[in-house]
């Protein structure tokens, strides 16, 4: 079957490389960028490069940041004494979206995972702990999304900080098994704050 460009099909295949993202609509983003106007392309360009160079990992919690320290953790009118721990910087946002969380935030770049080969050493765990190092932190809120990695990293993660003397909760109702918080939309996620639950 002959292929009408090359520079088409190499557009296409990077397209595919994204989350979500199949070969058809990979096909309807490369003609969308064909039809664009040079301005478009070059301002979508600009754009991601801008990102890249730009954004970097908070050196608190781990989120993304324009300099060392993030917004969230810069912010004095925060809740310190929270803190609200996720998989991914993504869900920060998600869990922003609902305006029904105040404290702070820490990302443990996944969950974990054996037979893919991620172990505790392979999180965002030490810097955790140390930030409890002046016994500020009364409680942390488990946010992992609900599939088995994420009640395991829950279970993991409640016995290493429960005798820190931190209450370790997790977040509750709204959210079926095997979901994942960047889908849900935010009532369902402030409900789960809301409703969150002591880890036993």
Not at 92 to 108: D, Q, R, S
């Amino acid at each position: 079957m002959s292929k009408p460009s090359k520079y088409l099909e190499a557009l296409i295949k990077e397209f595919s490389r994204l989350p979500g993202i199949g070969h058809k609509s990979a096909s309807r983003l490369a003609f969308h960028i064909l039809k664009a106007s040079d301005a478009e392309v070059e301002n979508l360009s600009k754009a991601i490069l801008e990102l890249k160079k730009n954004i970097k990992s908070c050196k608190i919690c781990g989120g993304i940041s324009e300099g060392d320290h993030c917004s969230i953790c810069m912010d004095e009118t925060r809740n310190i004494e929270i803190i609200c721990v996720v998989e991914e910087a993504k869900d920060i946002l998600t869990i922003e979206k609902t305006a029904e969380y105040n404290g702070l935030y820490h990302v443990l770049g996944g969950v974990l995972s054996p037979l893919n080969g991620v172990g505790p050493e392979d999180l965002n765990l030490k810097s955790l702990m140390e930030r409890n190092a002046n016994n500020i932190v009364k409680e942390i809120i488990l946010a992992m999304n609900p599939t088995i990695e994420g009640d395991a990293t829950n279970l993991f993660l409640a016995k290493i900080i429960k005798p820190l003397g931190i209450r370790v909760m997790k977040i509750a109702l709204g959210l079926p098994v095997g979901s994942n918080l960047e889908y849900a939309d935010s009532a369902t996620i402030a409900s789960s704050l809301s409703g969150r639950v002591e880890i036993e």
